[in-house]
């Protein structure tokens, strides 16, 4: 780009630098995640080489999963590189925790499934046993104090 040094961005270039769309780098400046960026003498938004950076670390955190608390809390700590990275750890530790429950209600979903599935003697609707299964846990649960 002439005029522009190699450090320098337009949000076109930064949303295909990293892949994240317009509107969400947008959005990550209005929530406070991304610094507001410089502007030209055209008042056109200037992203720099630690706007990429920090928008990578977004990127990759959301990936991973993590909720945008704990990208706020990450990024503040990331901010002060000599403190301790015991806080970082036991985010990650928090929501790995997380990821270890989701899989245990994933795998308990996937047996019952398969449960279902292989009671199918693939007679009628009537006579379906995910059918009856459903309707079963349905009645159960209707029925149970919680509700």
Known sequence: MPGKSPQSFTIGRLSRETGC???TIRYYEQIGLLPEPGRS??????????????????????????????IRQLLNLADHPEQPCAEVNAIAQRHLDEVNRRI??????KAELERMVHACQGGKVGDCRVIDTLADLAHSQCLSPKH
């Open 104 to 109: 245990e209600r994933l795998e308990s979903l």
């Open 41 to 70: 003498a055209g008042n056109q938004r200037v992203y720099g080489q630690q706007h990429l950076s920090r928008l990578a670390f977004i990127r990759h955190s959301r990936e991973l999963g993590f909720s945008q608390a704990e």
């Open 21 to 23: 769309k317009i509107p």
